[in-house]
């Protein structure tokens, strides 16, 4: 088995500011089949670009917000400047939490509800049940959680996704 990857630049300037859910489907051509499969992920576009000072190290990792920068390294959802772990089998959660982990060989990110409520500031996956009520209908309009009322959380929620090379789960844990 062979595997290339494609790089697929878009022009984000003619969007607004605001939310927005992107789509990727690939579909096979040279089977009778012609299996394909289709991946989903928000992004937004913000009204300002975060300012990072040489000065300040948020994440205290021994180096600068401006060095680090808002780039996505480890591609956990979490921009480089607020993340000062590249482990991705380690999620971090808030501060009154230990951090969610996984098996080696898998990568935990950022679930689409708490990258939509908390954007380029984004540094758990810890999300609110106010969160579910606003970002959830705009991911899956048939969610149940965030039209149950009598949900009563006992302990803090994180949303997660867990992929490996074979499948993609997406995990809404609490
Ligand atoms: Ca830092
Ligand atoms: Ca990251
Ligand atoms: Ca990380």
């Known amino acids: ?23 990727v489907e690939v579909i096979e051509t040279n089977t009778a089949e012609q299996y394909g499969v289709m991946l989903e992920f928000p992004f937004t576009i913000a009204a300002t670009f975060p300012s990072l000072s040489d000065n300040t190290d948020t994440d205290f990792d021994g180096f600068s917000d401006l060095l680090e920068g808002v780039s996505d390294s480890d591609l956990d959802g979490i921009p480089d400047y607020l993340d000062d772990d590249a482990n991705t089998a380690i999620l971090p959660t808030g501060t009154s939490e230990q ?43 048939n969610a149940l959680l965030y039209k149950d009322i009598y949900h009563q959380p006992i302990q803090e929620m994180v949303n997660f996704n867990i992929e490996n090379t074979i499948a993609k789960m997406v995990g809404l844990h609490s």
Not at 112 to 140: C, E, F, R
């Open 99 to 141: 951090a969610i982990s996984t098996l080696d060989g898998y990568r935990l990110t950022v679930g689409d509800i708490a990258k939509l409520a908390n954007g380029h500031l984004v540094n758990t996956g810890t999300i609110t049940l106010q969160d579910v009520a606003l970002y959830a209908p705009k991911i899956d309009n």
């Open 1 to 23: 088995m062979t595997t290339t990857a494609y790089t697929f630049d878009f022009d984000l300037q003619s969007l607004d500011i605001g939310d927005y859910t992107a789509q």
